[in-house]
């Protein structure tokens, strides 16, 4: 799915691998030390990047793009845009700022594609109005809620609470981030249960009520 051309990868390189560096380790701590990460809509890797820094096996998904923060058995072909590989089990799946560029009538496709590889997910996609090159299918967030929910995930906005403020973070991950949980999964503990992040996660089951960045608002409406 390259809908981007090289200029405009070169500019969000840095900021999607900077944000990368801040959430990962995080996230990371919901799966075992050595567990496995899957990227659907991987672009050139950063994300992944800072997975394998920290001792995770990593696999991405994408087309038309040079993933070069990763190695060749790492990264697997694939237009998402008309059919999906053939399912990748993994600890930890996620999607970030990918589902918008996916018409209406792949959504459902899309949330089955994802469920279907694995009991945890972090996942964002654009909101209305928040722009971009082939965003075909903007939405609140409920609109994925419904769609996880009658999957049997659950649904977690606590993580954007978490690096609302964290400048190093590009605005639309902030504002966009949600954790998916297979809630049918005892097996989905969320690493270990007494640990911080756990409890972070399990204390503060945030839904993820629609929100928007103020670093978004204005650089939509010009405001001070």
Same mark, same amino acid.
């Given at each position: 799915?390259?809908?981007?051309?090289?200029?405009?990868?070169?500019?969000?390189?840095?900021?999607?691998?900077?944000?990368?560096?801040?959430?990962?380790?995080?996230?990371?701590?919901?799966?075992?030390?050595? %567990?496995?990460?899957?990227?659907?809509?991987?672009?050139?890797?950063?994300?992944?990047?800072?997975?394998?820094?920290?001792?995770?096996?990593?696999?991405?998904?994408?087309?038309?793009?040079?993933?070069?923060?990763?190695?060749?058995?790492?990264?697997?072909?694939?237009?998402?845009?008309?059919?999906?590989?053939?399912?990748?089990?993994?600890?930890?799946?996620?999607?970030?700022?990918?589902?918008?560029?996916?018409?209406?009538?792949?959504?459902?496709?899309?949330?089955?594609?994802?469920?279907?590889?694995?009991?945890?997910?972090?996942?964002?996609?654009?909101?209305?109005?928040? %722009?971009?090159?082939?965003?075909?299918?903007?939405?609140?967030?409920?609109?994925?809620?419904?769609?996880?929910?009658?999957? %049997?995930?659950?649904?977690?906005?606590?993580?954007?609470?978490?690096?609302?403020?964290?400048?190093?973070?590009?605005?639309?991950?902030?504002?966009?981030?949600?954790?998916?949980?297979?809630?049918?999964?005892?097996?989905?503990?969320?690493?270990?249960?007494?640990?911080?992040?756990?409890?972070?996660?399990?204390?503060?089951?945030?839904?993820?009520?629609?929100?928007?960045?103020?670093?978004?608002?204005?650089?939509?409406?010009?405001?001070?």
């Amino acid at each position: 799915m390259n809908i981007y051309d090289q200029e405009f990868r070169e500019t969000i390189d840095a900021g999607s691998f900077a944000s990368a560096l801040e959430v990962v380790p995080t996230v990371s701590k919901l799966i075992s030390a050595n %567990g496995s990460v899957l990227d659907v809509g991987c672009g050139e890797g950063q994300w992944l990047r800072a997975f394998k820094d920290l001792g995770h096996t990593v696999k991405g998904i994408d087309s038309g793009v040079e993933a070069r923060y990763l190695e060749d058995y790492e990264y697997i072909e694939h237009d998402i845009a008309t059919s999906f590989p053939d399912p990748i089990e993994v600890d930890l799946w996620i999607t970030l700022e990918v589902a918008e560029h996916l018409y209406a009538d792949r959504a459902d496709p899309f949330v089955d594609y994802l469920t279907s590889c694995g009991p945890l997910g972090l996942f964002s996609a654009a909101i209305p109005g928040q %722009g971009g090159t082939h965003h075909v299918n903007e939405q609140w967030p409920a609109y994925w809620v419904e769609k996880f929910n009658a999957r %049997g995930y659950q649904v977690s906005g606590a993580l954007r609470l978490e690096f609302w403020d964290n400048d190093n973070v590009e605005n639309w991950y902030r504002q966009n981030m949600m954790l998916v949980w297979d809630g049918s999964d005892t097996s989905t503990d969320f690493g270990d249960p007494e640990s911080d992040v756990s409890s972070f996660f399990r204390g503060r089951g945030v839904s993820p009520v629609p929100l928007v960045h103020p670093v978004l608002y204005r650089h939509k409406t010009g405001a001070a």
